[in-house]
């Protein structure tokens, strides 16, 4: 199943009985990749960050499931100084990266993080600095992959020339509905896939992760409006068509999103985040949703209609 659980409001808004009945039945479901990072969720009221790497934590020490799951955690955001925002972010130096690691693998209860991410850009500390930090992570054996979220993809580029280990796999905000060219979207920090970001995927046949493929429940809760960067002609198009197939499937436009991104070219990896057993059924259903191609050209030619 190419979907991943996004784990960001474990600990925090999701309590952790309900965070580990959801961890049960993605399991059960044939589900692998669980998605977390170190400074979720610090933004909420009680919230440090770590909650959602602690709450996994106990769930693999409870079921005894780690080999099991592969699971991925993010440096580079958690703030210094609790109370602070991403202004005061610990960022990718060394220290920072080999402190935050130690600390992830603690609450996760693991010797090794399957792909450890750099979660959002530093330009105040060399790139040859990032890379040698994961790449004695590496080494030790203390994580197996590293994967780059948010970075310019010339920033991207670069670090991957300097070598082993590389930037294999990266995670940008990503859906059916795109934002309108050069507007602000509606959260700081996050980078979207483009044209070009798509083409240097599929040349170096990396792996792609999107996030806020659902846009927050927009697609299908009425108290869950678009945002106005999402809001022109060619998303009236592309709606149409969504609600189109989705009819003809006898599925949810949620569903055929998933299916839809996770078919493409390149394909890519939907990470969803739930906070309720019935949001995560809903996207499970997607795993075994076939988009022909005749269904699959309509929704791509929609917005050029």
């Known amino acids: ?28 479901a044939g589900g692998t990749m669980i998605d977390t990072a170190n400074n979720y969720a610090f933004w909420l009221e009680g919230g440090r960050g770590g909650e959602s790497e602690t709450v996994i934590g106990r769930w693999l020490a409870s079921r005894g499931l780690r080999d099991r799951v592969f ?3 993010k440096v580079g955001a958690q703030p210094k100084t609790p109370g602070t925002g991403l202004e005061n972010a610990e960022g990718l130096s060394e220290k920072a990266i080999r402190t935050a690691a130690e600390g992830s693998l603690r609450r996760l209860g693991t010797d090794h993080i399957d792909l450890y991410w750099a979660h959002f850009e530093d330009r105040s500390v060399a790139l040859e600095e990032t890379m040698g930090a994961f790449g004695d992570l590496v080494r030790e054996g203390a994580v197996g992959r590293v994967g780059v979220s948010n970075h310019a993809v010339w920033r991207v580029e670069r670090a991957r020339a300097l070598g082993e280990p590389r930037y294999d796999d990266l995670q940008y905000r990503y859906s059916y509905l795109l934002p309108q060219p050069g507007v602000k979207l509606p959260e700081n920090g996050h980078h979207h896939v483009d044209g070009e970001l798509l083409d240097y995927v599929r040349a170096e046949g990396m792996r792609l992760w999107v996030y806020n493929a659902l846009l927050a429940g927009s697609y299908t809760r009425p108290d869950k409006p678009l945002h106005w960067a999402y809001e022109h002609p060619s998303n009236e198009r592309r709606l149409a068509a969504l609600r189109s197939v989705a009819d003809e499937l006898g599925a949810t436009p949620n569903q055929v999103v998933l ?6 070219d390149p394909p890519m990896i939907p990470i969803v985040g739930v906070s309720a057993m019935a949001q995560l059924e809903e996207a499970l259903g997607a795993a075994d949703l076939a988009l022909d191609a005749e269904l699959r050209e309509r929704l791509d030619t929609a917005a050029s209609a």
């Open 71 to 73: 699971i991925g955690t």
């Open 259 to 264: 299916a839809w991104l996770m078919g493409g």
């Open 1 to 28: 199943m190419e979907i991943a659980l996004g784990a960001m409001l474990f600990g925090t808004r999701v309590d952790e009985e309900a965070s580990f009945a959801i961890l049960d039945r993605f399991v059960e």
